[in-house]
């Protein structure tokens, strides 16, 4: 026990060594040293007996070359902070009580809440669906080189919302816009854009292309003229 030492606790440093160290060192004010791992048969347990908030600490090379912190605060979220220093440490990401994870965010009405872009390599896909026992309903994802949206099997795509929407039927590739249910290739709804319809145009020379204009409706039917 040497001065500001409460206890100490020395081992041999191996099989046959006579240079023992301090497996275990415990300084006046409670604090513990441990030389080597930790290791438990059912587990570490960190409490505090006051509404304190508990931590872990992380720390390389005394907190001079990366720190690690994971809190425990009032109401059962975990806050992970990260710092390359002791002074640059501040909260990346935090688990909250109900499990939502929030990556640079405090708070997320959904399971996963990200504040900055996110990325996948374009080997790989974002799926909707196949998560329990839900079936797989499309992706997003690079086929050869081509930007996919892609549903499974026979699902219709809708991009858009109302009348505004773009609509893919699954079963035959159809595509409508403004109308849910096409019944040719294109099919393009007066609803969706009022009483005229360019095909390939340029607005700043002049237009240019075809241009559709529905002259007159009636209940029998529209009149379109080019």
């Known amino acids: 026990q040497d001065s500001g030492t409460l206890l100490r606790f020395r ?3 191996g099989a046959g060594s006579s240079s023992p160290i301090n497996a275990l060192t415990i300084d006046g004010s409670g604090n513990s040293t441990f030389a080597g791992s930790v290791k438990s048969n059912t587990g570490l ?3 505090t007996l006051t509404n ?3 931590f872990m600490a992380l720390q390389r090379n005394s907190g ?3 720190v690690g912190v994971i809190n425990l605060e009032d109401g059962g979220s975990l806050a992970f902070d990260t710092g390359a220093t002791g002074a640059a440490q501040s909260e990346k ?3 909250d009580a109900s499990g939502n994870l929030c990556i640079a965010l405090t708070s997320s009405n959904y399971k996963v809440g990200v504040n900055g872009d996110v990325g ?3 080997s790989n896909k974002l799926f909707i669906g196949g998560v329990g026992a839900d079936s797989v309903i499309g992706y997003l994802g690079n086929d050869s080189g081509v930007f996919n949206l892609k549903s499974d099997g026979n699902r219709d795509i809708s991009i858009g919302s109302d009348t505004q929407a773009i609509f893919i039927e699954g079963s035959n590739g159809n595509v409508g816009i403004g109308t849910a249910s096409p019944t040719v290739k294109l099919e393009v709804s007066e609803n969706a854009l009022g009483d005229k319809l360019l095909l390939a145009g340029d607005d700043a020379s002049g237009l240019r292309g075809l241009l559709f204009n529905c002259s007159t409706t009636t209940n029998a039917g529209d009149t379109w003229d080019i």
């Open 93 to 95: 990401m935090r688990l």
């Open 120 to 122: 996948i390599s374009n």
């Open 64 to 66: 001079a070359n990366g």
């Open 11 to 13: 081992v041999n440093s």
């Open 45 to 47: 347990f960190c409490t």
């Open 52 to 54: 304190a908030e508990p």
